[in-house]
């Protein structure tokens, strides 16, 4: 596949299929799109290329059919009296993307209440779960389904379940603002995969995916529907045991099953442990597994490990990298000694030492203006307020929901704590809620920041998504967030108590904080002092 570079632009090309000019992204426009995916491809009879058909004539010769019928009739034609001009197409005139049949239009008809166009489609009627009643149990399980092997042009669309699921989806499309798109794929979708389905049946992920995929179909949608109807199993691999088997390997068989069983417990929790973050255990993981392959050339289980063996491998360490190892190491060892696994704890009486933080340093001016210069859409210049004015965490932005925003009292409320609305934030919030109206009217996203992945789903922005404007700048979300609150620490006074009043930091971190300033503080005196002690003051 091709790579383009960042902002790369798709120039203004013809359509593969209808030869229209226009711009469109990919080899077909829109509606040449969307024909595709309701036809099936043949040899057109008109014109005798291999295209997507309809009754025998790919779309160039429809539009050149219903271009002809225009003309005869001065207005837009019906489609019985386009196919009658079908076999009558012997050239094609070409048009612009969209303007096809666009000037000489069949006017509209005024209804009641000063409503144009066609009416309104009538709610869907209400479906129910199928009544199961008398059926034969089934003797042996279910034998897994190959709906590759399935065509949509099989699927049987009188069948009670499609029905019900057909209810279901217009339910959620209305509630979560699906578009007609996304319904449409959605209801081919689920006609494929509920073709035979009879009560007791379940469907599992691992049988759909490919095939829905193949088709072009929204895979998550359509298991968000099956989900609803209960009939919707996910036996996919969690990408925990991928990941806890690559980091396993190359292990002695004694060393990988205590360190197997350590590393669930630090997911899952235990009688006497609470449950850690995921990203917790592979931090925790990754920094025992250089230790682990050394001992695994010479050792078969942990008990062998001995403290002199600890401290040879510490010796070939320094800084934050010793630190961080031999805390994992300690955490390792103290739950293998709590179960019975070893006599003693070769780490005991190890001092991990105080860890020394370096003095924060504030940003330059020329690398906040190159951060700003590089939002240049409503939502980065919003995230880079968010980070940059109110400290605020990419995880705390990605989870501020539109309930946390009260503009009438200039109120935004991050992480449980209320702040106030400065102006520029609220322009920027402003700019940003009616692009965010404007780009997605029918999106029932409670949160705030949205884009095209998550604006049909109820789910968050990725920290990716939200990151991704500042990504290789020096001034990053994280050190705008750091800066933003070392100059509070520096224009009010080094306060730890003010810093975790007003950001909620932990003490140790407003501590840290509060010593940065004062060390900056403290040596922007001496060079505004002069070499004998005095004061430069201006003449």
């Known amino acids: ?38 036809y099936d491809t043949a040899a057109c009879a008109g014109c005798r290329r291999i295209q997507p058909v309809k009754w025998g004539y790919c779309r160039l010769c429809w539009c050149q059919a219903r271009l002809s019928a ?6 837009l034609a019906d489609e019985a009296d386009v196919r009658v001009r079908l076999g009558a197409v012997r050239h094609h005139q070409l048009f612009f ?42 003797l042996f399980a279910q034998i897994p389904r190959d709906y590759g092997r399935l065509a949509l042009a099989d699927a049987n669309l009188a069948s009670p379940w499609l029905a019900w699921s057909k209810y279901l989806a217009h339910q959620l499309a209305e509630a979560r603002g699906w578009g007609r798109n996304i319904r449409f794929a959605v209801n081919r979708g689920l006609a494929l995969v509920l073709t035979g389905h009879v009560e007791g049946d379940v469907i599992r992920r691992s049988e759909i995916f490919a095939p829905l995929r193949a088709l072009d179909l929204p895979v998550v949608h359509t298991v968000t529907v099956l989900e609803e109807m209960g009939i919707f199993q996910d036996d996919s691999e969690p990408s925990f045991e991928g990941w806890l088997a690559e980091r396993l390997e190359g292990l002695a068989p004694g060393i990988r099953s205590e360190a197997e069983r350590w590393t669930r417990l630090l997911r899952d929790g235990g009688p006497r442990s609470r449950p850690r973050r995921e990203g917790t255990v592979w931090l925790y993981l990754n920094r025992v597994r250089p230790a682990l392959l050394e001992w695994s050339n010479r050792y078969d289980h942990l008990r062998e490990v001995t403290r002199e063996d600890v401290l040879t491998h510490l010796k070939t360490l320094h800084g934050h990298q010793r630190h961080d190892q031999l805390v994992a190491l300690r955490a390792l060892f103290a739950w293998v000694k709590r179960s019975g696994l070893i006599f003693r704890n070769p780490t005991s009486r190890i001092k991990v030492g105080q860890y020394e933080y370096a003095v924060l340093q504030p940003l330059a001016p020329d690398q906040v203006d190159r951060s700003v210069a590089a939002a240049t859409t409503p939502a980065t210049r919003l995230i880079l307020a968010l980070a940059a004015v109110h400290a605020a965490r990419v995880a705390q932005i990605g989870t501020l929901t539109l309930d946390d925003v009260d503009i009438g009292n200039r109120r935004l409320t991050i992480a449980g704590r209320v702040r106030r ?21 029918n999106t029932a996203n409670l949160h705030l920041l949205i884009n095209n992945q998550n604006a049909t789903k109820a789910s968050r922005a990725s920290n990716h998504w939200i990151s991704a404007a500042m990504r290789g700048q020096t001034a990053t979300l994280e050190r705008l967030r750091v800066d933003r609150q070392l100059e509070e620490a520096m224009v009010r006074g080094p306060d730890p108590l003010h810093l975790a009043e007003v950001f909620g930091l932990d003490e140790k971190t407003a501590m840290r904080y509060a010593d940065s300033a004062r060390a900056l503080l403290a040596q922007a005196a001496e060079h505004s002092a002069s070499p004998s002690g005095k004061e430069l003051r201006p003449d």
């Open 1 to 38: 596949m091709a790579r383009f570079p960042k902002g790369y632009v798709k120039p203004t090309d013809s359509c593969d299929s209808c030869l229209a000019w226009g711009n469109f992204s990919g080899r077909l426009c829109p509606a040449c799109y969307m024909f595709g995916r309701s």
């Open 421 to 441: 609305l400065d102006d520029l934030t609220l322009k920027l919030l402003l700019d940003w809620l009616e692009h965010r109206r404007s780009r997605w009217p």
């Open 97 to 138: 993307m969209g303007m096809h049949h666009r000037n000489g239009s069949a006017r509209s008809i005024r209804r009641r209440g000063g409503r144009r166009g066609a009416p309104r489609k009538p709610p869907r009627a209400p479906a129910w779960r199928p009544d199961p009643g008398w059926r034969q149990l089934p």
């Open 70 to 75: 225009k003309a005869l009739a001065d207005q």
